[in-house]
């Protein structure tokens, strides 16, 4: 017996996949053709209960809500932004190297007055700007609160918000340890990035030392020798460009390098090493003796050394949970500061609010910035003392080989071939 066929199932499979295959047509050249406007050509799957192809929804126009949900956030967003803008501009400002006259203000009596006076200016406190307020106002608001609740403004059921200062006093120490830590932590990383910088520019100085005692001056070397001071000189500052964001290296080494040196350091992708296999080509090229020659490339060590902290040190940062554990801490802690002290303080929840947020996150912020290292030192005074320290020396190493070669000729002429003295 056969089974009919149902009219509703199509007897054959129906792919979904195109097998439709363009005609070929006499090619004709393109001046022939005539000029019509390039279309391309789409393919919609149409169902087969329909005859009529469904139109393409078009996307609904911005609705109000969204652009005054935009505005809202780019409200909300303009003080941060303005607190974050002069947090890296002074991040970008060079420090200047300490001398006599500024150690004698810097321990002088008006410091306290002359540091309150400039509070204003400080972009530490200024970057403070957006969670002081938050967190001002947000106990505002809950004194506003819980005032309303006390003189019966609100319904009955509006519960005063309080609490016991209990958790307070448990936690206190918890946050004040936190604190030490996380500053203490990020000032080990500031003295790790000072301490490589003083090797460094200590390995510079020493190398550079050796090359104008320890290389002869002949007519094949004194145009190597200058070139070999010159690299020695610009490895500080390319160093010093490498670690810092935002520092225009071929300005800075435009005055130290050659053209054609300084070409070639700007193509490399790690600048300070290109330096290096220019002090190392230079140092084989000299006509030096084999100890003298491993002597002088061993002081290259110092520079890899310092390459090797300076990398770690931008790259690694102290661990983020460490970091995120203490901004969730001080939020929370904050606000909670406002229902805790209600009881006690009142509206003086207020200003202890305002003290406590500008002197806790204070803390913290300059945690936070010490923990890059590098833009808190003076690495621009560093690099050109460097500089004037190696030209001084080579102007007085040419007037002390001077000085005792006239003195080894006076003493030559006062005695005569046998020993005696002239008379």
């Not at 819980?146 to 059921?157: D, E, R």
């Not at 070409?263 to 290096?276: D, F, Q």
């Not at 296999?277 to 061993?298: A, G, H, P, T, V």
């Not at 202890?352 to 621009?380: N, Q, Y």
Request: glycine share 4%; with cysteine; aromatic share 8%.
């Amino acid at each position: 017996m056969t089974q009919p066929i149902n009219p509703v199932k199509p007897t054959s499979k129906i792919s979904l996949s195109s097998n439709f295959t363009p005609k070929t047509f006499l090619k004709l050249p393109p001046s022939i053709l005539p000029s019509q406007p390039k279309t391309t050509p789409s393919f919609k799957l149409h169902s087969s209960h329909s005859s009529t192809p469904t139109p393409t929804p078009t996307p609904p126009p911005d609705s109000p809500s969204s652009d005054h949900t935009q505005s809202l956030i780019s409200i909300l967003r303009a003080i941060p932004d303005w607190a974050d803008s002069i947090k890296e501009r002074g991040m970008r400002q060079s420090r200047t190297l300490y001398n006599h006259e500024k150690w004698i203000q810097h321990r002088s009596s008006l410091r306290h007055w002359r540091h309150v006076s400039s509070s204003l200016s400080s972009r530490v406190i200024l970057s403070l700007v957006p969670p002081v307020i938050a967190f001002t106002s947000f106990a505002a608001v809950i004194a506003s609160y819980n005032s309303a609740v006390s003189l019966h403004w609100l319904p009955g059921f509006f519960p005063v918000l309080r609490a016991s200062s209990l958790p307070y006093q448990l936690t206190a120490p918890a946050l004040a340890l936190l604190l030490v830590f996380r500053t203490e932590a990020s000032y080990s990383r500031y003295e790790e990035g000072r301490k490589a910088w003083i090797k460094v520019i200590a390995g510079t100085l020493d190398l550079a030392r050796q090359v104008i005692a320890g290389v002869e001056i002949s007519s094949h070397d004194a145009p190597l020798k200058k070139a070999l001071l010159q690299y020695i000189m610009a490895f500080p500052v390319a160093l010093k460009c490498h670690v810092i964001h935002g520092s225009d290296v071929g300005a800075d080494l435009h005055n130290v390098l050659e053209v054609d040196d300084l070409g070639i350091v700007l193509n490399s992708e790690h600048r300070p090493l290109c330096i290096i296999d220019f002090i190392s080509q230079s140092l084989r090229m000299l006509k030096l003796e084999d100890s003298r020659r491993s002597m002088l490339e061993s002081k290259i060590s110092c520079f890899h050394e310092g390459i090797g902290v300076c990398e770690q040190l931008l790259g690694i940062p102290i661990p983020l949970s460490y970091t995120r554990l203490t901004s969730r801490f001080l939020v929370l802690w904050h606000l909670t500061l406002p229902i805790i002290l209600w009881e006690d303080c009142h509206w003086i929840v207020v200003p202890a609010t305002f003290m406590s947020a500008a002197s806790l996150f204070c803390i913290e912020e300059v945690g936070v910035l010490i923990e890059e290292p590098f833009p808190m030192l003076a690495l621009d005074d560093l690099c050109k003392l460097v500089h004037n320290n190696i030209q001084e020396a080579i102007a007085t190493d040419e007037i002390i080989q001077a000085q005792l070669t006239a003195k080894l000729r006076s003493h030559s002429k006062e005695h005569s071939p046998n020993g005696r003295p002239n008379s």
